[in-house]
T-cell receptor, first 112, second 112 residues
């Protein structure tokens, strides 16, 4: 079993839809949770960063962490064609040798 | 502020050859991380350097090595290249105490 599981998609939604992207994990040491966006042939770009459980909102993006269920989500409201990319979840925790563990990424396509 | 830079952008090698990839971190960052992103496998952690020393390495054979220079830039060296080494190699940087990492655009390596 992988430490971090993420549905690879592809996920196709119409413009304006609410998108929900999710990751589950098995390592209870993870405390820091991130979402990166990666456009084709580019490096990942940090979107959201949260510590421990709770919600964090930034514009159209909301990150949610439920440590009791080992489940994190990224919601995108009013999705735009420019949101079309691969979204990677990443996690890090004290005692995990200070490296990020990534999900495999979910490819999102927002259509006109 | 300039981001993480990597060179070259593309590299073509044949099996058995050696490759050298370079990374310059964001100004002020002391840690450099290397990741391999092969098709369908997500980001796999390779190496972490901080203040000129190797802090941790992922589950890769010894033919993957690197170093960090006094100006915090870094090199990744791959010896005896194999076909399955074809991937996007990403460099990221941060300060030692930060959890988030900031990525460069990557070097795309093709081994023929």
């Amino acid at each position: 079993q992988k430490e971090v599981e993420q549905d690879p998609g592809p996920l196709s939604v119409p413009e304006g839809a609410i998108v929900s992207l999710n990751c589950t994990y098995s390592n209870s040491a993870f405390q820091y949770f991130m979402w990166y966006r990666q456009y084709s042939r580019k490096g990942p770009e940090l979107l959201m960063y949260t510590y421990s459980s709770g919600n964090k909102e930034d514009g159209r993006f909301t990150a949610q962490v439920d440590k009791s269920s080992k489940y994190i989500s990224l919601f995108i409201r009013d999705s735009q064609p420019s949101d079309s990319a691969t979204y990677l979840c990443a996690m890090e925790g004290t005692g995990t040798a200070s490296k990020l563990t990534f999900g495999t990424g979910t490819r999102l396509q927002v259509t006109l | 502020e300039a981001g993480v830079t990597q060179s070259p952008t593309h590299l073509i090698k044949t099996r058995g050859q050696q490759a050298t990839l370079r990374c310059s971190p964001i100004s002020g960052h002391t840690s450099v991380y290397w990741y391999q992103q092969a098709l369908g496998l997500g980001l796999q952690f390779l190496l972490w350097y901080d203040e000129g020393e190797e802090r941790n390495r992922g589950n890769f054979p010894p033919r993957f090595s690197g170093r960090q220079f006094p100006n915090y830039s870094s090199e990744l060296n791959e010896n005896a290249l194999e076909l399955e080494d074809s991937a996007l190699y990403l460099c990221a940087s941060n300060n030692y105490s930060q959890e988030t990492q900031y990525f460069g655009p990557g070097t795309r390596l093709l081994v023929l």
